[in-house]
């Protein structure tokens, strides 16, 4: 983009005037050397403007110029997840981990959707990367009932040694139960 249009883009996106940001990206992307930027931010601004699929379409041109643009990755994931295609979600993600693998959040939204799928393993591998977390012990513990772990017994009375944790457990093996508390007296 030449100087004046990133003014006028900076502007339109400081005001929140989408209308005006979506006039200026479009003919950027309209361009031969369109940049992969160019159609992530024009993407970006879709999603503001509530058109989803528009902005899937730029996400995934974006990506087409440049597959290890990590921030496409990341909002094509949350889009997907939003619209509960988490099969998809899940895969963009983890393209999204790869490429910033020190990214926290990118790490704990994939590790959420595996959790939600099913993925016991790999699910099990990105909570390990969060120790002494609630929601990581609660996940952990919830893997470790699913899949009849041997120390699923030891992370359910570790977590209901904390009294603030107690609220993940029952959480946690409330969703095991299938909506039934599989307790016995003394196991809080």
């Known amino acids: 983009m030449r100087p004046a249009e990133v003014e006028k883009l900076r502007a339109a996106l400081a005001a929140e005037d989408w209308d005006a940001a ?16 160019d159609f992530y931010n024009l993407g970006l601004v879709l999603v503001r403007q509530g058109r989803e699929a528009q902005a899937e379409t730029m ?22 997840l939003r619209r509960h295609d ?15 693998p020190g990214d926290a959040v990118v790490r704990r939204d994939l590790a959420r959707v595996r959790l939600r799928l099913g993925l016991w393993e790999a699910a099990a591998r990105d ?33 209901a040694a904390v009294p603030a944790r107690r609220a993940h457990l029952l959480k946690a093996i409330t969703r095991t139960g299938r909506g039934k508390l ?5 196991d809080l």
């Open 22 to 37: 979506e006039r200026v990206l479009r003919r950027a992307v309209a361009r031969k050397d369109a940049a992969a930027a």
């Open 127 to 159: 909570w390990a990367a969060f120790p002494g977390d609630a929601e990581a012990d609660a996940a952990l513990l919830r893997i470790a009932l699913e899949t009849g772990a041997a120390d699923a017994p030891d992370r359910r009375r570790a977590m």
């Open 182 to 186: 599989p307790l016995r007296p003394g």
């Open 86 to 100: 988490l099969a998809a979600g899940e895969g963009a993600l983890a393209r999204a981990a790869a490429l910033r």
């Open 59 to 80: 996400l995934r041109r974006a990506l087409a110029r440049d597959a290890s643009h990590a921030d496409a990755w990341c909002e094509l994931g949350a889009l997907l």
